[in-house]
């Protein structure tokens, strides 16, 4: 929980840290809101593990459409769901 792990744009307060090993990108995350720790758990089962092309190949919007998250989420939710998606994006665009 420290401020450059911040996601900003999230509803709830949000910290992700992200660690590289053998050319795979491991994430973690924490939050103030239980919503947000569901979230967040999601993105992990989605994201932690995969290689940086892998993760940039994926379609999360698509993947979290199928599960009608976004639709069940406030707009201000969905934004910080998205900036969470973006940071493990941006992520694995400097590893990559």
Do not use: H
């Not at 009608?68 to 665009?93: D, F, H, K, W, Y």
Request: aromatic content about 6%; glycine content about 8%.
């Amino acid at each position: 929980r420290v401020e450059a792990n911040k996601v900003p744009g999230c509803a709830a307060q949000v910290w992700l840290a992200v660690t590289a090993a053998d050319g795979r990108l491991w994430f973690a995350a924490d939050s103030d809101s239980a919503l947000s720790k569901g979230n967040i758990a999601l993105l992990l089962k989605l994201y932690s593990g995969r290689t940086p092309s892998e993760i940039l190949a994926f379609d999360a919007r698509a993947a979290l459409d199928r599960l009608g998250l976004p639709s069940a989420l406030t707009r201000q939710r969905a934004n910080g769901l998205n900036s969470m998606v973006g940071r493990i994006r941006e992520a694995a665009l400097a590893a990559g």
